[in-house]
C-alpha cells in the first residue's frame, strides 16, 4: 500500500479531524501566528488553555519544575476571562487552518452556566468544548469535579444543557473509580472522553527545606507518565462506547500507536511540545510509514487492536 493510501483523517466524537494528534491544553502557544502555517500541519486540533469565567492571574511562586522524564506545573489556570477569550483570543485565531477546541475549567456551577451561555454564543467559531474537571492546581473545585461520579454528573448535565455542539471531558487519574466517572460522564452526554489530566506530585527544594510550590502539590505530565496514561486508556476504553481520547505523556510516534491500539481514537500532546513544535508533523510521517507498513488504511482500523490480548 503507497503511504498516500494511509489517511490520518477521522471523525472523533463529533469532529472531523485531519490528524488524531491534538496539541493539549495549556501547551500551545498563545501567538495567533502559531495557529496557521506548517507548524500545524501535523495537528488535527488544538485545544485553547483553560478558560474561566472571570480573569485568573494564576498561582504564585513557581510555576514549572522540571524532574526526571517529567515536569511538575502549578499555573493556576491563568487566562484572561472567557469575555477576552471572546473579543480578543478568538477573533485573532480566527484565520486558523485547524480547529479548536475550548477548554472550560470547571470551577463551580453557576460559573461554568456563564462561559458556556457566552462561548455558545460564538458557537461557530468554535469546534468542541473539552470540559475540565480535572485541574489539579487550584484551590476550589477543578479536580474535585472529576473525582466522582456525582460531581462529574452534575458538571457534564450543566455543560450538555447548554452547549450543543461537540463535547468532550477530560478525566483526572485520581479519580476514586475512573471507569464509573467515565461512564457517568458518557450518561449525562459526553461526545467523547480524554483520558487524562496530569497527576499530583510534588518537589521539594533541599537547600531551602520547603516544598518548591507555593500549593505543595502540582500536576506531573510528559514521558514518566505515559505508562500510567496508557493503562487508563486501556480500562476506560473498554467499557464505554465513546471515543476515548488519550493524553499524557506522549514523546514518541511510537506512543501515538500505542495510545490508538490500547482503545484511544485519537490523542492529546503537551508537554513534548515544549521541546518541539515540529513534533507533530514529524509523527504524521512516521505514523504513515508506520501504517503502510503493517497494512492499515485508516487510523480507526487500528483503535483498539490490542485490546483483546491480555485479560485484565
Ligand atoms: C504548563 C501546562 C499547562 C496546562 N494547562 C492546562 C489547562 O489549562 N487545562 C487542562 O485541561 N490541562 C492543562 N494541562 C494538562 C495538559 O493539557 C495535559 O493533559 C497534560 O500535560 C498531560 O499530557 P502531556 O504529558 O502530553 O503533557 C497543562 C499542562 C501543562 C504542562
Request: charged share 20%; proline share 5%.
Amino acid at each position: 500500500m503507497s503511504s498516500e493510501r494511509s489517511s490520518l483523517r477521522c471523525r472523533v466524537g463529533g469532529l472531523d479531524l485531519r490528524s488524531p494528534i491534538i496539541a493539549a491544553s495549556g501547551t500551545w502557544p498563545h501567538d495567533p501566528s502559531f495557529w496557521r502555517g506548517e507548524l500545524t500541519a501535523g495537528l488535527g486540533a488544538i485545544c485553547t488553555k483553560g478558560i474561566t469565567r472571570n480573569r485568573r492571574e494564576g498561582n504564585r511562586g513557581i510555576r514549572l519544575w522540571e524532574t526526571p522524564c517529567g515536569l511538575l506545573n502549578s499555573i493556576g489556570l491563568q487566562n484572561s476571562g472567557v469575555e477576552a477569550f471572546i473579543s480578543g483570543e478568538l477573533p485573532e485565531i480566527g484565520s486558523r487552518d485547524v480547529s479548536l477546541i475550548a477548554n472550560v475549567a470547571v470551577e463551580d456551577l453557576p460559573s461554568l452556566a456563564e462561559v458556556l451561555k457566552l462561548l455558545a454564543s460564538v458557537k461557530d467559531q468554535i469546534d468542541a468544548v473539552e470540559l475540565n474537571i480535572s485541574c489539579p492546581n487550584v484551590d476550589e473545585g477543578g479536580i474535585a469535579w472529576g473525582s466522582n461520579p456525582e460531581s462529574t454528573a452534575k458538571a457534564v448535565a450543566c455543560a450538555r444543557s447548554l452547549w450543543g455542539g461537540p463535547l468532550w471531558v477530560k478525566l483526572t487519574p485520581h479519580a476514586c473509580d475512573i471507569v464509573k466517572v467515565a461512564t457517568s460522564a458518557q450518561e449525562c452526554g459526553a461526545d467523547a472522553l480524554v483520558v487524562a489530566n496530569t497527576w499530583l506530585g510534588m518537589a521539594i527544594d533541599v537547600e531551602s527545606e520547603k516544598p518548591v510550590f507555593d500549593r505543595v502539590v502540582a500536576g506531573l505530565s510528559g514521558p514518566a507518565v505515559f505508562p500510567l496514561a496508557l493503562r487508563l486508556v486501556w480500562e476506560v476504553a473498554r467499557c464505554v462506547s465513546i471515543p476515548v481520547i488519550g493524553c499524557g505523556g506522549i514523546a514518541e510516534a511510537r506512543d501515538v500507536v500505542a495510545m490508538l491500539f490500547a482503545g484511544a481514537s485519537a490523542v492529546e500532546m503537551g508537554t513534548a511540545l515544549f521541546l518541539d513544535l515540529n513534533l507533530p508533523a514529524k509523527f504524521t510521517l512516521i505514523l504513515k510509514e508506520y501504517m503502510q507498513r503493517h497494512g492499515y488504511a485508516s487510523t480507526e482500523e487500528m483503535v483498539g487492536v490490542a485490546s483483546h490480548a491480555g485479560g485484565i
